[in-house]
């Protein structure tokens, strides 16, 4: 199981603009699965429920590419390929809505890069 590091880590790799703008302790929460939007205290006020919902989105299809690595590298017994764990992922019927073609397999090499087994 993927740690909140190693969560965090794909999350701001793959995703770094996004993450910046929402601001790190933000960051921490989505990743803590505890989302309350903390607005600056100065600076411009932005409505970032979308963005907040894109990046929850984000780390949903991250989440559930890190358990489908751990049952896939016990069943292959080494370190599968970025194609064999994106075939994986095709298996299981993962979608990801609202993430872009390149942005999962980004994650999906991000994730398969990551030392989470």
């Known amino acids: 199981m993927a740690s909140f590091d190693e969560k965090?880590?794909?999350?701001?790799?793959?995703?770094?603009?996004?993450?910046?703008?929402?601001?790190?302790?933000?960051?921490?929460?989505?990743?803590?699965?505890?989302?309350?939007?903390?607005?600056?205290a100065e600076g411009r006020?932005?409505?970032?429920?979308?963005?907040?919902?894109?990046?929850?989105?984000?780390?949903?299809?991250?989440?559930?590419?890190?358990?489908?690595?751990?049952i896939a590298t016990t069943e292959f017994a080494r370190k599968l390929t970025d194609k064999e764990l994106s075939d994986k992922i095709d298996e299981a019927g993962l979608k990801a809505e609202g993430l872009a073609l390149e942005k999962k397999k980004e994650v999906i090499k991000a994730v398969n890069d990551s030392s989470a087994l």
């Open 45 to 70: 006020q932005f409505d970032y429920g979308e963005l907040f919902q894109h990046l929850t989105t984000a780390l949903t299809f991250i989440v559930a590419v890190f358990r489908i690595k751990d």
């Open 8 to 40: 965090k880590s794909v999350l701001l790799t793959c995703f770094p603009s996004e993450c910046e703008e929402v601001g790190s302790s933000n960051i921490d929460d989505i990743v803590a699965g505890d989302i309350t939007i903390k607005r600056p």
